[in-house]
């Protein structure tokens, strides 16, 4: 299933990522760079099939939580990172923690940036009918 990874196959929205992500749509592209990753094969051939389903959107994330063998292959990949977070204590959790929110908020800044920056370009164009700057002469 490795055409998933054309560029020209149709490519999910992100409306599917955003009702996972209760509408945060810091976490919703958090969560499809994710997808994207193991779309690469950073965590093995079933679950690159997964997100590649995923990502084409022949699949919704929930149902593809739902098969077995994908199911297992997550389990069993995250089952070496549950150890370790068991293993720290919990001063490093809170770091961890805190890491991850200071990361969250840096992609909201940069999300909110990129909007202003759109926003103004649109309100900076002129539109072909908006009557300003025309003359006969």
């Known amino acids: 299933m490795d055409s998933a990874a054309n560029p020209s196959d149709k490519r999910v929205d992100d409306s599917e990522f955003l009702e996972m992500t209760q509408q945060d749509a810091v976490q919703a592209k958090m969560l499809r760079q994710s ?6 094969g950073l965590g093995g051939p079933a679950l690159k099939e997964m997100a590649q389903e995923v990502l084409s959107g022949r699949m919704g994330l929930r149902e593809a939580a739902n098969v077995s063998a994908y199911a297992e292959e997550a389990v069993q990949q995250s089952a070496p990172l549950a150890e370790k977070w068991a293993a720290m204590s919990d001063s490093e959790r809170e770091a961890l923690a805190a890491e991850g929110e200071r990361r969250l908020e840096e992609e909201r800044r940069q999300l ?26």
């Open 35 to 40: 997808l994207e990753h193991l779309a690469s």
């Open 112 to 137: 909110e940036d990129e909007r202003r920056a759109e926003s103004e370009n649109r309100s900076g164009t002129k539109s072909r009918h908006d009557g300003r700057g025309w003359s006969l002469y």
